[in-house]
């Protein structure tokens, strides 16, 4: 069974910083394609970080320079660092697994964690 936990998600004032983890089980990290997404009320989701099974980083162009992905595969721990950071970025944050390294292509991932909630206020 795979299993996806975010962690990190809190209020924040605006230029601060945050770290997301994502504790995975059921399915390796250096094995999967991941994917950090985030979606705002009333706006549709939006992928803005992934690492594929190559270890090619992709990123958002509204995150580009501010959010940095990673994985630990010892801690098959995955972690979204967020600086710079902008009310524009308050969301429901999740990540997401999937072992088909042609993922990226349509981003229908198939393991998603529960998400954490990032508010940044002005």
């Known amino acids: 069974q795979v299993r996806l936990v975010e962690s990190g998600g809190e209020s924040v004032q605006a230029g601060g910083s945050l770290r997301l983890s994502c504790t995975i089980s059921?399915?390796?990290?250096?094995?999967?394609?991941m994917g950090w997404f985030r979606q705002a009320p009333g706006k549709e989701r939006e992928g803005i970080a992934s690492i594929d099974t190559d270890g090619l980083i992709t990123y958002a162009d509204s995150v580009k320079g501010r959010f940095t992905i990673s994985q630990d595969n010892a801690n098959n721990t995955l972690y979204l660092q967020m600086n710079s950071l902008k009310p524009e970025d308050t969301a429901m944050y999740y990540c997401a697994a999937d072992p088909d390294p042609y993922i990226l292509a349509t981003l229908d991932f198939s393991y998603w964690g529960q998400g954490t909630q990032v508010t940044v206020s002005s």
């Open positions: 059921g399915i390796r990290v250096d094995n999967a394609c």
